[in-house]
């Protein structure tokens, strides 16, 4: 057994070390640089100096930088010269880039950073700016709506993952106190938050599906489980009676979902979790 497991770790370092060394030879100006954050660096001088290095991994083709409420992420393909970014606003995805110049993505990282660019500017600077599908509708305010819209479309309720939680979404949707919470899906429960960025607040109780049954077990007799944010059952049945809880189960002083994380919350309202 033990010289199982040792040919395994001599497998998997022998292609670990051959990746690292096609990535150094891919990427000469990030190997220069020592860093993949370092040669982006190198690029912006001045406008360099108001961006922080949010989290830097031990390998150098990857970083995270920010600057006040907007993130960007940056890596590598293996397969080829190309850098791939990710942009963040508030805890939301709101765009990728993929590059094949260092120079395009530290363009990118200024004009997202530090100008602070609107998606549609960022867009037409930057025409490889791709931005996700609902990001224009976060960045107008309307994320809350947009993402039940989503929940409730024939697209959604039609994946396997999804649609276990239909009934409950479509109950949900009818109330007009957990309307106004951003709804996001966590594995078999349906979720809540004050905030319509990532991480969300866990401060609203939420639903799950107790076992998922066949795919055309009318709706009728799925059974839900509602749950407080600190994990005590508040009750089972059906779509109905669980939403009926989970309205009854809200913190009293809940109001409409806010763009930003659960941490941008907790700054602003002091004892929100």
Not at 32 to 54: D, F, R
Not at 113 to 128: C, R
Not at 161 to 178: F, S, V
Request: charged content about 20%; proline content about 6%.
């Amino acid at each position: 057994m033990n010289r199982l497991l040792d040919l395994t770790t001599i497998h998997f370092m022998s292609d670990y070390n051959e990746k690292t060394e096609r990535l150094k030879m891919l990427y000469p100006e990030i190997i220069s640089a020592g860093q993949l954050s370092h040669a982006i660096a190198q690029m912006l001088t001045t406008s360099w100096k108001s961006i922080e290095v949010s989290q830097e991994s031990e390998s150098p083709f990857w970083t995270s930088l920010r600057k006040n409420d907007r993130l960007m992420r940056a890596t590598v393909s293996t397969d080829e010269h190309m850098f791939i970014s990710d942009f963040w606003w508030r805890g939301t995805h709101a765009a990728t880039l993929k590059s094949s110049t260092l120079e395009q993505v530290a363009e990118a990282c200024r004009l997202w950073l530090v100008d602070s660019l609107t998606l549609q500017s960022m867009s037409l600077k930057i025409p490889d700016f791709k931005p996700t599908e609902m990001a224009y509708e976060f960045e107008a305010g309307r994320g809350v709506e947009a993402n039940w819209r989503y929940f409730l479309s024939p697209n959604a309720l039609t994946k396997p993952t999804l649609a276990p939680l239909g009934p409950l979404i479509r109950e949900a949707a009818k109330q007009p106190l957990l309307r106004q919470l951003f709804p996001y899906q966590s594995m078999n429960s349906l979720r809540f938050s004050r905030t319509t960025g990532h991480p969300y607040t866990n401060d609203c109780p939420w639903a799950e599906v107790i076992g998922i049954g066949s795919w055309d077990e009318p709706a009728n007799f799925r059974r839900y489980r509602a749950v407080g944010p600190d994990g005590t059952i508040l009750g089972e049945g059906t779509a109905r009676d669980v939403v009926g809880l989970l309205v009854k189960f809200l913190p009293v002083d809940v109001g409409p979902a806010v763009n930003g994380t659960a941490e941008d919350l907790k700054s602003r309202t002091p004892g929100t979790k």
